[in-house]
């Protein structure tokens, strides 16, 4: 890939009187479009059902694009575009029903992830960088279990059969919305990224079995190289140390413990890949808090420790344990010249 084609990212508040700067349509690989749906486009496009907090527009749309132009598919389920070294996709399933050997939450899991593992076999793009998982109802009890783990005895399921190692998985979220299909989007390469594992943290995949029959899948972050420049992608990351939630029903101390952990991760994508110059600041942050309430508490205490102008996009959601408040992902691109 050259220097005209590397992934670029976008945001686009959309409101009245919001003006429409958009990337060429030709290089949109997908988008992100958060709290309201977004009008059906060529490209493929997730609906991230969570309302947006401290913003007055009506949605939020983000953009992975190339300079370079796309073709465009849909292979079962999932709709996909693709560029020559990237692809990005969302597949969206209902869950229909459940039977002997699984839940109905398991096996759309599955079924999801064996549709996105044969797409990029079919395609040629074998490396998953970053994958966005939305479920439904993440943290309720059905039939003795909770949700976000049935989930992840599907995903284990599709990455057996694939014969997907589980300790060079994508960075990834999972978070819980109100309603809707499981959602999932994702960005894979024809070039393996680096994982990253933070030391203060068990990996997620070898968590211990008190958090469900299967463990989450995915790496705690991933250093991939698009046009010869690094990128960093920064999972889902909250309040544990070890594999215990710490500061349990404390927001503030919570959110300092989840920026304690990214940065330790930006150190070791720093380490891992020298040269790199990843920081704290020059990151992009979507945060995920549980109580709506809980809003500016978490973004002034973000404000303290990263600076007033952190870019950051704020919204309401469950978080995969029910006794984490917030969650934060993030990702880091390099300056557009």
């Known amino acids: 890939m050259n220097q005209d084609t590397r992934l670029q990212f976008f945001q686009c508040h959309r409101a009245a009187n919001a003006p429409q700067s958009l990337p060429p349509d030709a290089g949109i690989l997908g988008m ?5 749906p977004a009008t059906s486009h060529a490209w ?22 190339s300079a370079a132009s796309c073709r465009r598919g849909r292979v079962g389920d999932v709709h996909f575009s ?29 079924r999801a992830y064996r549709q996105l ?34 989930f992840n005895i599907g995903r284990h399921e599709a990455f057996a059969d694939f014969a997907r190692p589980v300790n060079s998985s994508p960075a990834a979220c999972a978070l819980g919305v109100v309603d809707g299909p499981l959602s999932i989007a994702f960005l894979a390469a024809r070039q393996a990224p680096l994982c990253i594992e933070n030391p203060r943290q ?42 215990d939630t710490v500061h349990i029903g404390d927001v503030v101390a919570q959110t300092r413990e989840t920026v304690a952990n990214i940065g330790v991760l930006v150190e070791q994508a720093n380490l891992a890949a020298p040269g790199s110059g990843f ?11 549980r109580h709506a309430a809980d809003y500016p508490a978490v973004r002034n205490t973000l404000q303290q420790l990263l600076g007033p102008d952190i870019r950051a996009v704020y919204v309401q959601a469950d978080v995969c344990r029910s006794d984490l408040l917030v969650e934060i992902e993030a990702h880091g691109l390099p300056q557009q010249p």
């Open 82 to 110: 693709a560029s020559d070294e990237l692809l990005f996709g969302v597949i969206e399933l209902p869950e229909t029903h459940g039977s002997d050997t699984g839940t109905a939450l398991q096996l759309a899991a599955e």
């Open 117 to 150: 593992f044969s797409l990029l076999e079919a395609e040629g793009f074998p490396h998953l960088w970053r994958v966005w998982n939305y479920v439904p109802r993440i943290n309720e009890i059905e039939h003795g279990l909770e949700r976000y783990r049935q």
């Open 32 to 36: 992100s479009s958060l709290q309201q």
């Open 202 to 243: 068990t990996s997620a995949f070898s968590y211990p079995r008190q958090y469900g029959p299967r463990s989450p899948t995915f790496t705690r972050a991933a250093v991939a190289h698009s046009g010869g420049l690094p990128i960093l992608f920064i999972s889902g990351t909250a309040s544990i140390i070890g594999h």
């Open 44 to 65: 493929p496009v997730q609906q991230v059902r969570v309302p947006l907090l401290g913003s007055s527009a009506p949605q939020l749309h983000e953009y992975w694009f």
């Open 279 to 289: 920081t704290l600041a020059e990151l992009d942050y979507r945060v995920y808090i």
